[in-house]
């Protein structure tokens, strides 16, 4: 029987709690064997702000799911390197797992701005999508975004409503920026490597 994968592609800068909820979500509602979590290299839509390294990135990523047996952690953006574009991860994820059916993971406000991803058409032929969403979303919004992909590529995208979790990359890193606590939205080893490398200004203060 084929592979039945999860990509969890995203900048985790730093990966959180709602992330790995997000995958484990999916992971059960899709009967997947495992959830790879692919950290982005230069994410198209921040190439303007400053992006913590790859190499932190991915370690934090690696910190993080090592604890489930079900999770892994991809390099392929981060050694393809520039700009990533999730055609290109989608493309390599595919000539490492040829047989597989693969899911990619991601928040649905990501979903509505898939229209200005290079090549939408393709990255919809590629895998076949889990929007992660807070009950309530409405399916029409996503109708109104696809425009001309919607019909061909309905059958593709799979609503999944999970728990609303408040928890996001840029509110962690301004709590750390200001001193405040992260602890229990990020994995205490996640934690811990922010403060040993004095990660979001930690480092800064005495
Ligand atoms: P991110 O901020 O690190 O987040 C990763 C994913 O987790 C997002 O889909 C995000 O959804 C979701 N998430 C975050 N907090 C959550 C929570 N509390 N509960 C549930 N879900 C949560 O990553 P990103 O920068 O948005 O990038 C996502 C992926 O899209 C990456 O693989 C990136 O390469 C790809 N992308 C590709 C293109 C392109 O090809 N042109 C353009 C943009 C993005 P929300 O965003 O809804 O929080």
Redesign the pocket.
Known sequence: MAEVIGI??????P?????L??AEEAREAFDLEKVIF?P?GI????VQGQVTSPRHRYLMTLLAVMANPNFAVSRV?LDRGGV????D?LTDLRTEYPDATMYF??????IL?IL???APDQ?LALAEFIA?TRPGYGLERLAMALGPLYVPFKDRIHILE?P??????TDLRRRLKTGRSIRYLVPETVATYIYSEGLYGTGERG
Not at 105 to 110: F, L, S
Not at 164 to 169: K, L, N, R, T
């Open positions: 969890m592609g995203g900048t985790f800068d990966i959180h709690y709602g992330h909820m997000a692919v982005a994410p198209p839509h921040k953006d990533t574009y999730t055609v991860t993971i991601t928040g649905a406000d990501a701005e200005t991803w290079k990255v992660v999970v609303p979790m408040g928890i996001s990359s």
